[in-house]
């Protein structure tokens, strides 16, 4: 590789969409980032409370703990540790009903911790948080999920041994033959398990899942794991779902449509909180973007400024992560050593400013 | 010949047993434990003894029949209780460990001398002593009657009244099982046994589904325990750690999570085991000596178990589609 490309690709400016720049997209059609696209431009018709939603958001400020127009949850001053270790100091922080809001953040940022405490699956050290006018801090999972707010999880939760199907109507909320007195007698429950049954192909047909419902869960694929999950939270008539890395692990023609279902979802006036890698599935989607580092949130506001504040990019991102770390100009010794030396730079601003 | 026909017949008569269809109702109770809420219940022998207590004791009090059954039903679901309430929060294998060691301190407080006005202490308690009530409910006329090559009396401890009592029990149970398992309740367990925290991300009380399915498999052990000492005495050290263990084989044998796999390896596995060690004695007798045959016999109960959870972990029964994605 000569010197002059290197410098071309390197010094090149990152283009807004956040296309990852050099050769490679040009050599595989259909990367993540593509697909996204296309899933953004697919999904561009939005019902009207979503237009409505995007508008009032957009009179918001984008600092940190703004106060939103219609909130539906609000967290006040959540703190979990662990030993010495502040996993999540949350000051104040208001999810906007109605929105796609993507949490996100490096490694280790607490973004999962914090979304098992909201979700009652941890226990904060101290801290309050209203869902829905409601106080559901201290409660357990099953009735914060009883309360209308769901998730899923990092690591797909399909119960394999269990059929598509049977996934689906295991979610179905106050099913009578679910309580033990009753469940031996089938004529008491008969009729909701109809209704139940014929709620559950709706979703399934809509995630296009409907053909393996007699299937056993285990044998679906990582990425339809990922839908059937996302279709059986569904089933528990939630008013806000939260999705622990809906991407992770799913090819790039399935994340397509699993965007297209998330927007979906906020279309029908649900609330969707996400925490996500994927930068490119932020940008798009999301109608309102919090970075979380260290445990606290420390940038929130629309996706097209968050991200290119640039001290949220360079700490929180990786001041390069927009260089494609596959490209040989990398392994170049005058390259490796400025990015070095920036990075070294960096560190040393960061020490002087504390 | 003949004596490979003794064999044959002995081998036969442990399919229709009562101590046979006493295990298959045991592993019916642990099969809703372990098959279908994925429960590690290392102490079935406790529930059974408690129950056979229960009745023993009831019944010596003077108690009717019913009622002393309903004795031994509530002694086994209190006893549920008192191990599900602290440890079915904790991960699965603090249960195993609770539930084993539960069941040795019944077994020995059981045998200790502080309850023996009750319990008889070692000796047990003499079948003679709790039996009457049972006995004065058969219906059958008095006298023995044979079936092919099985001959018993009527009615009394080693009888045709207590196999049909507790196959019918076992029939019962099977209809029960049948019908919770295949309800949406039955559905809430098989999810808890595949990802208890996704059913819980479903707004379910996973632990109070727990704990249901702990006590009705405690229960349906402690009727278990009650089959047990209807043809013979009760004895604590009958009913310990090698109980649970031939409680699982059975069901292992059997298939987990299916309907009739507790009964048909309660069946395989006790006339296998009569037609081993009676051959064994025939065959080896003079060789390695009768006590010996039975230490041996055991070793191989043992070895069965290893061999068939590493080779054929869904046992005779279970569904293979099922077995092939079962990694986690």
């Given at each position: 590789?000569?010197?002059?490309?290197?410098?071309?690709?390197?010094?090149?400016?990152?283009?807004?969409?956040?296309?990852?720049?050099?050769?490679?997209?040009?050599?595989?059609?259909?990367?993540?980032?593509?697909?996204?696209?296309?899933?953004?431009?697919?999904?561009?018709?939005?019902?009207?409370?979503?237009?409505?939603?995007?508008?009032?958001?957009?009179?918001?400020?984008?600092?940190?703990?703004?106060?939103?127009?219609?909130?539906?949850?609000?967290?006040?001053?959540?703190?979990?540790?662990?030993?010495?270790?502040?996993?999540?100091?949350?000051?104040?922080?208001?999810?906007?009903?109605?929105?796609?809001?993507?949490?996100?953040?490096?490694?280790?940022?607490?973004?999962?911790?914090?979304?098992?405490?909201?979700?009652?699956?941890?226990?904060?050290?101290?801290?309050?948080?209203?869902?829905?006018?409601?106080?559901?801090?201290?409660?357990?999972?099953?009735?914060?999920?009883?309360?209308?707010?769901?998730?899923?999880?990092?690591?797909?939760?399909?119960?394999?041994?269990?059929?598509?199907?049977?996934?689906?109507?295991?979610?179905?909320?106050?099913?009578?033959?679910?309580?033990?007195?009753?469940?031996?007698?089938?004529?008491?429950?008969?009729?909701?398990?109809?209704?139940?049954?014929?709620?559950?192909?709706?979703?399934?047909?809509?995630?296009?899942?409907?053909?393996?419902?007699?299937?056993?869960?285990?044998?679906?694929?990582?990425?339809?794991?990922?839908?059937?999950?996302?279709?059986?939270?569904?089933?528990?008539?939630?008013?806000?779902?939260?999705?622990?890395?809906?991407?992770?692990?799913?090819?790039?023609?399935?994340?397509?449509?699993?965007?297209?279902?998330?927007?979906?979802?906020?279309?029908?006036?649900?609330?969707?909180?996400?925490?996500?890698?994927?930068?490119?599935?932020?940008?798009?989607?999301?109608?309102?973007?919090?970075?979380?580092?260290?445990?606290?949130?420390?940038?929130?506001?629309?996706?097209?400024?968050?991200?290119?504040?640039?001290?949220?990019?360079?700490?929180?991102?990786?001041?390069?992560?927009?260089?494609?770390?596959?490209?040989?100009?990398?392994?170049?010794?005058?390259?490796?050593?400025?990015?070095?030396?920036?990075?070294?730079?960096?560190?040393?601003?960061?020490?002087?400013?504390? | 010949?003949?004596?490979?026909?003794?064999?044959?017949?002995?081998?036969?008569?442990?399919?229709?047993?009562?101590?046979?269809?006493?295990?298959?109702?045991?592993?019916?109770?642990?099969?809703?434990?372990?098959?279908?809420?994925?429960?590690?219940?290392?102490?079935?022998?406790?529930?059974?003894?408690?129950?056979?207590?229960?009745?023993?004791?009831?019944?010596?009090?003077?108690?009717?029949?019913?009622?002393?059954?309903?004795?031994?039903?509530?002694?086994?679901?209190?006893?549920?209780?008192?191990?599900?309430?602290?440890?079915?929060?904790?991960?699965?294998?603090?249960?195993?460990?609770?539930?084993?060691?539960?069941?040795?301190?019944?077994?020995?407080?059981?045998?200790?001398?502080?309850?023996?006005?009750?319990?008889?202490?070692?000796?047990?308690?003499?079948?003679?002593?709790?039996?009457?009530?049972?006995?004065?409910?058969?219906?059958?006329?008095?006298?023995?009657?044979?079936?092919?090559?099985?001959?018993?009396?009527?009615?009394?401890?080693?009888?045709?009244?207590?196999?049909?009592?507790?196959?019918?029990?076992?029939?019962?149970?099977?209809?029960?099982?049948?019908?919770?398992?295949?309800?949406?309740?039955?559905?809430?367990?098989?999810?808890?046994?595949?990802?208890?925290?996704?059913?819980?991300?479903?707004?379910?009380?996973?632990?109070?589904?727990?704990?249901?399915?702990?006590?009705?498999?405690?229960?349906?052990?402690?009727?278990?325990?009650?089959?047990?000492?209807?043809?013979?005495?009760?004895?604590?050290?009958?009913?310990?750690?090698?109980?649970?263990?031939?409680?699982?084989?059975?069901?292992?044998?059997?298939?987990?999570?299916?309907?009739?796999?507790?009964?048909?390896?309660?069946?395989?596995?006790?006339?296998?085991?009569?037609?081993?060690?009676?051959?064994?004695?025939?065959?080896?007798?003079?060789?390695?000596?009768?006590?010996?045959?039975?230490?041996?016999?055991?070793?191989?109960?043992?070895?069965?178990?290893?061999?068939?959870?590493?080779?054929r972990p869904q046992g005779i029964l279970g569904n293979k589609r099922e077995l092939a994605f079962n990694v986690r």
């Open positions: 590789m000569s010197a002059d490309e290197t410098t071309t690709v390197t010094g090149a400016p990152t283009p807004a969409d956040g296309t990852p720049s050099g050769t490679t997209v040009q050599e595989t059609p259909t990367t993540a980032a593509e697909a996204v696209e296309a899933a953004a431009a697919q999904a561009a018709p939005e019902s009207a409370e979503a237009k409505q939603v995007a508008r009032d958001l957009s009179f918001v400020e984008g600092r940190v703990g703004v106060p939103k127009p219609d909130a539906i949850l609000t967290v006040d001053g959540v703190q979990r540790r662990f030993g010495g270790m502040t996993a999540v100091d949350v000051d104040h922080l208001e999810v906007q009903r109605g929105a796609i809001t993507a949490l996100i953040g490096p490694n280790g940022a607490g973004k999962t911790t914090l979304f098992n405490l909201l979700t009652g699956f941890d226990q904060p050290n101290q801290g309050q948080w209203q869902f829905d006018g409601r106080s559901i801090a201290g409660k357990s999972g099953a009735a914060v999920a009883r309360a209308g707010m769901v998730r899923t999880f990092q690591l797909t939760k399909a119960l394999n041994r269990l059929t598509v199907l049977q996934n689906m109507l295991l979610a179905q909320p106050k099913h009578p033959g679910e309580r033990f007195w009753l469940s031996w007698l089938p004529f008491t429950w008969a009729a909701q398990e109809r209704a139940a049954t014929e709620k559950a192909l709706e979703i399934l047909a809509r995630f296009k899942l409907d053909t393996k419902k007699d299937d056993f869960a285990g044998s679906l694929s990582g990425g339809q794991r990922k839908l059937l999950e996302m279709a059986r939270a569904l089933m528990t008539d939630p008013t806000m779902i939260m999705l622990d890395e809906p991407m992770a692990g799913v090819n790039p023609a399935l994340v397509q449509s699993l965007l297209g279902h998330v927007q979906a979802l906020r279309d029908e006036g649900m609330t969707v909180l996400f925490v996500e890698h994927d930068m490119h599935a932020v940008r798009h989607i999301s109608d309102w973007v919090v970075v979380m580092a260290e445990g606290r949130v420390v940038a929130e506001g629309p996706p097209e400024t968050v991200m290119q504040d640039q001290a949220v990019v360079d700490a929180y991102l990786g001041a390069h992560h927009d260089t494609d770390l596959g490209d040989d100009s990398l392994l170049d010794p005058a390259v490796l050593a400025r990015l070095e030396a920036e990075d070294k730079g960096q560190t040393e601003r960061e020490e002087r400013k504390r | 010949m003949e004596e490979f026909l003794r064999i044959l017949t002995q081998a036969l008569a442990e399919l229709v047993a009562p101590s046979t269809a006493a295990y298959a109702l045991a592993a019916i109770g642990l099969n809703l434990h372990f098959g279908y809420t994925g429960l590690l219940n290392m102490g079935q022998a406790g529930f059974m003894l408690l129950g056979a207590y229960g009745f023993g004791i009831a019944t010596i009090a003077g108690a009717p029949f019913l009622v002393a059954l309903l004795v031994a039903i509530a002694a086994g679901t209190v006893f549920a209780l008192l191990l599900g309430i602290p440890t079915l929060k904790l991960r699965g294998d603090y249960l195993a460990i609770v539930t084993i060691s539960a069941a040795e301190i019944i077994r020995w407080l059981g045998r200790s001398t502080v309850f023996q006005e009750w319990t008889g202490g070692a000796s047990g308690l003499l079948g003679n002593s709790f039996k009457h009530t049972f006995h004065e409910l058969s219906f059958l006329p008095d006298g023995r009657t044979a079936v092919g090559p099985l001959e018993y009396i009527n009615t009394g401890s080693d009888s045709w009244w207590t196999r049909l009592f507790a196959w019918g029990l076992v029939l019962l149970a099977l209809l029960f099982v049948w019908l919770l398992t295949r309800s949406p309740w039955g559905r809430v367990l098989k999810g808890i046994r595949e990802d208890e925290d996704a059913v819980r991300a479903l707004g379910k009380n996973v632990f109070a589904y727990k704990l249901q399915a702990l006590v009705i498999g405690g229960a349906l052990g402690s009727l278990a325990g009650v089959l047990y000492v209807l043809p013979r005495a009760i004895t604590p050290d009958s009913m310990g750690r090698t109980m649970t263990f031939f409680v699982w084989t059975v069901l292992l044998l059997g298939g987990a999570a299916t309907l009739f796999g507790p009964v048909l390896g309660s069946m395989l596995f006790f006339s296998l085991y009569m037609l081993m060690r009676t051959g064994m004695r025939a065959g080896l007798g003079d060789v390695i000596g009768g006590t010996q045959v039975e230490q041996l016999g055991g070793m191989l109960v043992g070895v069965t178990l290893m061999l068939l959870v590493i080779f």
